[in-house]
């Protein structure tokens, strides 16, 4: 079964962190580059952040430095760790293979609100 389950979000304030894991099956999971992309109300899914099956890690601007992806291979599951949370982060964040072409269908994923 082909399929992937976010989890981790939630309500944080302003400055706070959470920390972001996504479950893959193994076929999706294998050797692949993966990635964190999220949707903001009203605007176009992005992506801010791949790794490769090998660990080379790249980030959108507006997250870097306060974003890390990481992954476990034998568990078959992503992460996203976020530190100095802002509100423009409040979105609903997905994981899919990051190569555009080989995208998969997409899970519920999880909602993260940056508020006071």
């Known amino acids: 079964q082909v399929q992937l389950v976010e989890s981790g979000g939630g309500l944080v304030q302003p400055g706070g962190s959470l920390t972001l894991s996504c479950a893959a099956s193994?076929?999706?999971?294998?050797?692949?580059?993966m990635g964190w992309y999220r949707q903001a109300p009203g605007k176009q899914r992005e992506l801010v952040a791949t790794?490769?099956?090998?660990?080379?890690?790249n980030y959108v601007d507006s997250v870097k430095g306060r974003f890390t992806i990481s992954r476990d291979n034998a568990k078959n599951t992503v992460y996203l760790q976020m530190n100095s949370l802002k509100p423009e982060d409040t979105a609903v964040y997905y994981c899919?293979?990051?190569?555009?072409?080989?995208?998969?269908?997409w899970g519920q994923g999880t909602q993260v609100t940056v508020s006071s």
């Open positions: 790794i490769t099956s090998g660990g080379i890690t």
């Open positions: 193994k076929s999706i999971f294998w050797r692949s580059a």
């Open positions: 899919n293979r990051a190569v555009l072409t080989t995208i998969v269908s």
